[in-house]
């Protein structure tokens, strides 16, 4: 019967790992962590990349413009088509808006990426 290897330390990346109890364990650096947790880690590593409405990928602190004109509630007069938006942040918000950002005359607010284009 072959034993899986066990996963290098993710602090020193020292091979010598061993298991103790529930818990594995580097004798090199004393860190102690659960084997799931090292799983879920490499899981939340993976970042979801955001794009506008042309197809380029979207980072925290970029410039869009917006592409549409949109209501706004309790706004008579919306967001026109063509308004900057800078310093963008990228959010997991509800309902697709996954921008947060601030817009002058309106405050902070939430935003689509697909009514938005960098640049």
């Given amino acids: 019967m072959t034993e899986t290897p066990l996963p290098p330390c993710p602090e020193c990346s020292g091979e010598y790992t061993y298991e103790m109890g529930a818990l594995l364990v580097c004798p090199e650096c004393g860190h102690e962590w659960q084997p799931a947790s090292a799983e879920a880690a490499d899981a939340a590593s993976e970042e979801r990349v ?7 990928v979207l980072a925290d602190g970029d410039t869009v413009t917006v592409v549409k004109g949109l209501k706004v509630k309790g706004s008579t007069s919306g967001i026109k088509a063509g308004t900057k938006v800078r310093n963008i942040r990228l959010v997991d918000g509800v309902d697709g808006h996954d921008i947060d950002c601030r ?7 939430q935003l689509k990426s697909s009514v938005v284009r960098k640049g």
């Fill in 50 to 56: 955001i794009k506008d409405s042309v197809g380029n």
């Fill in 103 to 109: 817009i002058e005359g309106f405050g902070n607010m």
